[in-house]
């Protein structure tokens, strides 16, 4: 009986070994799923389970010790590093990709062409809420409209990163508009309601342009820019509102199961094959370089840094 306990012991511990997870941002969750699914290909016995919870919901898990890898649309934050080191959870930040935040509008909207960005704080920023209600009260040369919002849960990468953009402060957000995880829903809702102005990950734009009014963004340069073409991501022309996509992984599972290491250098080898196809915007290849010899040496803790506007995000890697 010691024996068989002993057995079934190692068994399990085997099969923890080779079990991989990850959870995190709705955007980047794509190129994850994909990857495991190739990965699942050449390693059938792989055991790669990939869930969405929202960027701040993953990093919680993260540094609980939970999951391996935690995709995330922002960088990590001051306070989720200090729970992180609370628990002995170092982490490697690699960045897989870029992305730019769409602003997007009903197809009958024919005067949101182009909107400041105290014009988006006026709309999005935490004071507005419940005052804020109508497309006049953004710019008086609007209409006299109902202005219905539809953006990211407030626990999501992208919530996070578009109300410090703009706003200048994080969860500086308001409250009172419809939120979703499932960005699919807001595209929706924003198609099907003519008063209505909402944002999502560029690749969400992208499989539903013939839907939707693509809204340009006057940033620190003072001209109206897109995220389209994805050219205007990849050199942060389309500022502020473009921003890198990581992973992070944890150290310790690097350290004590084979199979997170091995996935993880299948998934920075093999990941830009979808990123271009699911919408986003692949790194040029001298940055994945760069961020296959940080996972090679080790290199713990986040030191990216916000680029200035028309400097490529990537000389931050």
């Given at each position: 009986?010691?024996?068989?306990?002993?057995?079934?012991?190692?068994?399990?511990?085997?099969?923890?070994?080779?079990?991989?997870?990850?959870?995190?941002?709705?955007?980047?969750?794509?190129?994850?799923?994909?990857?495991?699914?190739?990965?699942?290909?050449?390693?059938?016995?792989?055991?790669?389970?990939?869930?969405?919870?929202?960027?701040?919901?993953?990093?919680?898990?993260?540094?609980?010790?939970?999951?391996?890898?935690?995709g995330a649309s922002r960088t990590i934050r001051d306070e989720e590093i200090k729970k992180c080191q609370n628990k002995n959870i170092a982490f490697i930040?690699?960045?897989?990709?870029?992305?730019?935040?769409?602003?997007?509008?009903?197809?009958?909207?024919?005067?949101?062409?182009?909107?400041?960005?105290?014009?988006?704080?006026?709309?999005?920023?935490?004071?507005?809420?419940?005052?804020?209600?109508?497309?006049?009260?953004?710019?008086?040369?609007?209409?006299?409209?109902?202005?219905?919002?539809?953006?990211?849960?407030?626990?999501?990468?992208?919530?996070d990163y578009m109300t410090q953009a703009v706003t200048g402060k994080a969860k500086n957000g308001r409250t009172d508009y419809t939120p979703s995880h499932?960005?699919?829903?807001?595209?929706?809702?924003?198609?099907?309601?003519?008063?209505?102005?909402?944002?999502?990950?560029?690749?969400?734009?992208?499989?539903?342009?013939?839907?939707?009014?693509?809204?340009?963004?006057?940033?620190?340069?003072?001209?109206?820019?897109?995220?389209?073409?994805?050219?205007?991501?990849?050199?942060?022309?389309?500022?502020?509102?473009?921003?890198?996509?990581?992973?992070?992984?944890?150290?310790?599972?690097?350290?004590?199961?084979?199979?997170?290491?091995?996935?993880?250098?299948?998934?920075?080898?093999?990941?830009?094959?979808?990123?271009?196809?699911?919408?986003?915007?692949?790194?040029?290849?001298?940055?994945?370089?760069?961020?296959?010899?940080?996972?090679?040496?080790?290199?713990?803790?986040?030191?990216?840094?916000?680029?200035?506007?028309?400097?490529?995000?990537?000389?931050?890697i």
């Open positions: 009986m010691l024996i068989a306990s002993s057995i079934t012991a190692c068994n399990s511990g085997q099969e923890l070994r080779n079990q991989v997870s990850i959870d995190g941002a709705a955007v980047g969750f794509p190129i994850s799923l994909a990857v495991a699914e190739e990965y699942g290909k050449i390693k059938p016995d792989a055991q790669v389970s990939v869930a969405s919870s929202g960027t701040g919901g993953g990093i919680s898990k993260f540094c609980n010790g939970d999951i391996d890898i935690v930040e690699l960045p897989i990709g870029l992305d730019g935040i769409a602003v997007i509008a009903n197809r009958q909207n024919n005067f949101a062409k182009c909107l400041t960005i105290k014009e988006l704080d006026k709309i999005w920023s935490a004071k507005s809420d419940g005052k804020i209600l109508n497309w006049n009260q953004v710019n008086p040369k609007f209409p006299n409209q109902k202005l219905k919002l539809y953006a990211p849960a407030s626990d999501t990468g992208t919530f499932n960005q699919n829903l807001l595209v929706q809702g924003v198609s099907g309601d003519v008063t209505a102005l909402g944002y999502v990950g560029i690749s969400y734009y992208i499989q539903n342009q013939d839907k939707l009014n693509l809204v340009a963004v006057e940033g620190a340069t003072g001209k109206c820019e897109k995220p389209v073409p994805i050219d205007n991501v990849v050199k942060n022309i389309y500022t502020p509102l473009s921003r890198p996509l990581f992973i992070y992984v944890s150290k310790k599972s690097l350290d004590n199961k084979p199979a997170v290491k091995e996935f993880v250098d299948f998934y920075l080898d093999n990941s830009w094959k979808w990123v271009d196809s699911v919408g986003y915007v692949a790194l040029p290849d001298e940055a994945y370089l760069k961020v296959k010899q940080k996972l090679a040496k080790g290199e713990t803790g986040t030191k990216f840094k916000k680029a200035k506007p028309g400097e490529p995000i990537t000389n931050f």
